[in-house]
């Protein structure tokens, strides 16, 4: 779980990397050169699979854990739990599923229609990525929800972060304090920079 | 103070349990948690009813029999204490205190408040300790051990064994528990030949038995009497995948027997 | 059955046990599968035993009245294990241990017994560390020592403030281990309610499970008695709530003889009572002393202002203080054995010099040392008492002074045992403190952990093998024989006996008085007139029980009314015992402190020349009293003298 979950994180920067990208006054010259390498690279191409069963073990693993966690307490209390935790490691599993949602529709827009799933909507090429992301994020009110979304991969993350490294043992009186630090400015600097590229097309556009 | 409890009730194992209310006035902030009870209790029998069912034994902290889940927590409102620890003062007068027997599938109840702990029994069973017979053992100085250890040791050893930690889970995990044995024993040197069988036994048994999974939210930490520190829980991890990776097969099948 | 044989080996003091040790018959490993022993209790003694005779092979049962044997009141012991390995330099030796403990217990326990404990207490040290118990150690990595009450050595080995419990979940590890493999069967939730006999030697245990109440019979070729002190005849004492001496007991009612029985240790450092409502007492271990000092006021109008809170501790300047031990014991200081320790707290508050608004406490005053050694080495050393003190009474003992009083904590008397730790019943043994062994009149500080350990890993391993050496062609006996039939009968009719009683008062509420009964008549001071007084309450309280008593519930399902009521008959009736053997013991002598009998300074004052024995109380029937039976001490090696701390 804290494995695959620490290789998404991974994964994620290089994403951020490319989509910020987008902010270049290029006419999305960098950001489609770095789309389509990802996108005709072999080796990219190989690791995509491996992403994708990285997701794919992630999810169902969670899933699995979860109702067995849940299973191991059939009575409830009266009153729910009151101790003094982490407000966002109780809701992993609500926050996952979030993001899961988000990333179906995310795949709808991109990697379906790349795959030749999903229809190209009128007017733009199967491959221009550029196009599409504008015209994604000159959309308000997709804005706003893709925004909300990744405030809750930033929940996600904050908790999930110095999780994976409990979870790997890699847990130490000395790193403790920084991992913790590392793992909210992570999550920030995620959520954020994601941010960063609707907020820039809906205003600075 | 006078104050209103509502209590499970549950005649035994087999029979449907729910919540009953009660009053008990004029108690002394200065008594105990059980002194409140005790005096329930005595105002329950005068009645000619059955008195409150609840674990408790020492009644100074150390034994870990108290088992109490108190307005939503193991123990109650405070931190580091057990329940026959707590006193009426962190009560005001007119609460109403929700009382409740600890609630995990690996802790069958057996009556009221209660439950079944012989679960984290079985767990210290299958690998919770060292390997030796009485007798023949070298000097106590003969290994000198890091007073860093030691006191490392000390502090995982403190465990209770109360199961607050699982209480407290929101998955009814035992890890904090098992961490705390399991880091007891790999700090020290007589405990580390035997390391890496040790934690996938013990782990095992407490899959085997229904505890849920470590999902790192730390409401054990939190909850747990003698504030045992979720480091263990990662030294445990460690001591677990160092010993999926690398130990020897062979190892697992001659441990113990 | 009237004269009582001791079975002490021959030769030299120092020689006895080796010579036993390889002399004593054996139990061939084949016939010990052949061989079932039953232990009662899961403490220290009971744990340590049972895994240690499952790992020599025999077919080992034990059982505890808690949901595991982890929660044994052992674990309660705080301070910290004696052993003479003298790892300090400052002079220890086996015969040193030896000697503090005959002169603490105020020669009256067997000077062979003791001088065992001294020798294997070293073993346990080595066995506790290969355990994995994590004792407190220096920057070298080697064993820290402390020093404790009645020795001028350090010899005291200690984890935290918890050492008990360490050490108990080191014999509860070993034990789980042996219930792994399979030599232990483990029986939770289990009171013992009687001893099954036949043919004169024991043979088996009734036992009631206390989830569903009902009535079980186990034999056994031996059985082990385990089952710890019987302080909660007090009602409220430093002992669990669930503490009893009912296995105890009831091994006296079947033919074991009780000795010492007025031999109870009052503990000097304990939070005071605070009220009616209480239900126990909570000890602070005496290690404290080793850093703390005891005072009280020597004005009495300081005394009277600090009741009213006009004033706090810290405002009563150092020259109106009275270090009382330091005064009257130089030599030892706040460091006396626990008896005299008591006896002087006493003493001032008798004089009105208590310093709580009952009267009854003193002060324990660390402001010293905090300045001395810092606010974190305190807190290392006694950190989680601190903040045990300060949970209950709501104030920080860093900043004022702990107030503490004397309350009941151990029971140096017990079941009478010879040199094997067998009673006189054959079969039967005793170990830790349920025997009346070691601590003679008055126990020494980190003794009983010492000795619940020698007993269970390194005595009755060898002495028990000395009696089943003669049993091996026994055949286990069915549980439907006749005798046990017989007794299980008697405990149902007991049992149904309590639930028809249908009174009105409830068995704390009577167990309450016959507290105060013992605390006033047989408590740190007793007279002639006072036991006899209390002896004459006593059919009173035993009338009360028997028709007044309101047991609520069934007697087949989970019933803690039933399991108190059931203890407390039993305490009552060796509450009386105590209190007969106290006014027949006409001196004074360790915990045992008649008022008559005293030196002009106010100290014991012993009687060699007509007490130096052991009574030993044999039952002849509820309507008779019992018979008293003497074992005269002989001191070849340690001559009683004066017990001087001055």
Known sequence: MGLFGLFLAMFLLVHLTINLLLLCNDGGELFTAASSFMGTNIAIKIFEYVLFGGFFIHIIVGVIITLKNWASRPVGYLVANKSHTSFFSKYMIYTGAIIFIFLILHFMHFFFIKIGWVQVP????????????????????????????????????????????????????????TIKKVSLIYSILVAGGFSLVPIYFMFFF | MDLTLKIWRQKNSSSKGKFETYKVNDVSPDSSFFEMLDTLNQQIIEKGNDPVAFDHDCREGICGTCSLYINGRPHGPKRGITTCQLHMRSFKNGDTIVIEPWRAKPFPLVKDLIVDRSALDLIIQAGGYVSVNTGGIPDANAIPIPKMNADLAMDAASCIGCGACVASCANASAMLFVGAKVSQLALLPQGKIEAANRVQKMV?????????????????????????????????????MKAKVCAEKHEAASFGG | MTTLNSNIPQGNLADKWTTYKSTCKLVNPSNKRKLDIIVVGTGL?????????????????????????????????????????????DGDSVYRLFYDTIKGGDYRSREANVYRLAEVSNGIIDQCVAQGVPFARDYGGLLDNRSFGGAQVSRTFY????????????????????INKGTVKLYNRRDMLDVVVVDGKARGIIVRNLVTGEIEKHFGHAVVLATGGYGNAYFLSTNAMGSNATPLWRAYKKGAFFSNACFTQ????????????????????????????????????????????????????????????????????NLVPRDVASRAAKERCDAGFGVSHSGLAVFLDFKESIARLGKNVIEERYGNLFQMYEQI????????????????????????????????????????????????????????LMQGLADGYFVLPYTISNYLSSEIHTKRIPTDAPEFVQAEKSINEQLAKLMNIKGKQSVDTIHKKFGKIMWEYCGMGRTEEGLKKGLSLVPDIKKEFWTDLFIPGEMNEFNPELEKASRLIDFIELGELMMRD????????????????????????????????????????????????????????????????K
Request: with cysteine; proline share 4%; glycine share 8%.
């Open chain 1, 122 to 177: 009128a007017g733009l090429e199967k491959h221009d990525f550029y196009k599409m992301a504008i015209a994604l994020f000159t959309n308000k009110l997709y804005s706003f929800v893709y925004m909300a979304f990744f405030i809750f991969l930033g929940f996600h993350l904050n908790h999930a972060i110095q999780s994976g490294f409990q979870t790997l043992g890699l847990n130490h009186n000395k790193y403790n304090c």
């Open chain 2, 204 to 240: 095992a048994e407490m899959d085997h038995l229904g505890f849920g999974n470590c999902s790192n939210t730390y409401a054990c930490e939190a909850e747990c009497p003698k504030e045992i520190k979720v480091t263990n829980i990662a030294r445990m991890n460690r001591q677990f």
């Open chain 3, 45 to 89: 003694a009971g744990a340590s035993a049972a895994a240690s005779l499952g790992e020599l092979g025999y077919n080992v049962k034990a059982f505890c009245y808690q949901d595991s044997p982890r929660r044994a009141h052992s674990i309660a012991a705080q301070g910290g294990i004696n052993a003479a390995k003298n790892y300090q330099n």
């Open chain 3, 159 to 178: 984890a935290r403030g918890q050492t008990g419990q360490q050490l108990l979940l080191g014999a509860y590890s070993t034990l789980s281990r042996q």
């Open chain 3, 266 to 333: 009052i503990h000097p450092t304990c939070i005071p009572v605070h009220g009616d409502f209480q239900s126990k007492l909570t000890l602070m271990s005496e290690s404290l002393r080793n850093d703390g000092r005891i005072w009280v006021p020597k004005k009495l109008e300081d005394v009277a202002k600090l009741r009213k809170r006009d004033i706090k501790p810290s405002d009563i300047p150092e020259e109106d203080r009275d270090y009382y031990l330091e005064r009257r014991y130089p030599a030892f200081g």
């Open chain 3, 393 to 448: 009474i709501n104030e920080n003992p860093y900043e004022t002074p702990m107030m503490i009083y004397p309350a009941v904590h151990y029971t140096m008397g017990g079941i009478w045992v010879d040199y094997d730790l067998m009673t006189t019943i054959p079969g039967l043994f005793a170990i830790g403190e349920c025997n009346f062994s070691d601590h003679g009149a008055n126990r020494l500080g980190a003794s009983a």
């Open chain 3, 582 to 645: 106290a006014l027949q013991r006409r001196e004074s002598c360790g915990g045992h402190f008649r008022e008559e009998m005293q030196t002009e300074d106010g100290e014991a004052k012993r009687d060699d020349e007509n007490f130096a024995f052991v009574s030993a109380w044999e039952f002849k029937g509820d309507d008779n009293e019992p018979q008293l039976h003497k074992e005269q001490l002989n001191f070849e090696v340690a001559k009683p003298s004066q017990r001087s701390y």
